[in-house]
Nanobody
């Protein structure tokens, strides 16, 4: 079992930055693939960044060059650095985890574990 708790969301002006954190508990963190998803109002949840246990990373085209995912296995934490924020980045951001790297890298809608989400609001 893995429990995920996100933090770091908030209200920020366009062009600003945020760093989201996802603290994981459970023994499988270092071997699980991790991802950040987001869900904007009226839209489907989408994967925006993923990182495997071997540090392979993948990003959605819409966030490439602005989002950076990282993980610290010693702290059981995965991060999402978001730069050059745009109003269209407004969403609830969710952390996800799965033992299957393939599922995480293809952006599965059903990872094994979800966090509760953290709201990011970008004002124009």
């Amino acid at each position: 079992q893995v429990q995920l708790v996100e933090s770091g969301g908030g209200l920020v002006e366009a062009g600003g930055s945020l760093r989201l954190s996802c603290a994981a508990s459970g023994r499988d963190f270092s071997t699980n693939a991790m991802a950040w998803y987001r869900q904007a109002p009226g839209k489907q949840r989408e994967s925006v960044a993923a990182i495997t246990s071997g540090l392979r990373m993948k990003y959605a085209d819409s966030v490439k060059g602005r989002f950076t995912i990282a993980r610290d296995n010693a702290k059981n934490t995965v991060y999402l650095q978001i730069d050059s924020l745009k109003p269209e980045d407004t969403a609830v951001y969710y952390c996800a985890s799965d033992p299957s790297e393939w599922k995480i890298l293809v952006g599965t809608p059903n990872p094994s574990y979800w966090g509760q989400g953290t709201q990011v609001t970008v004002s124009s």
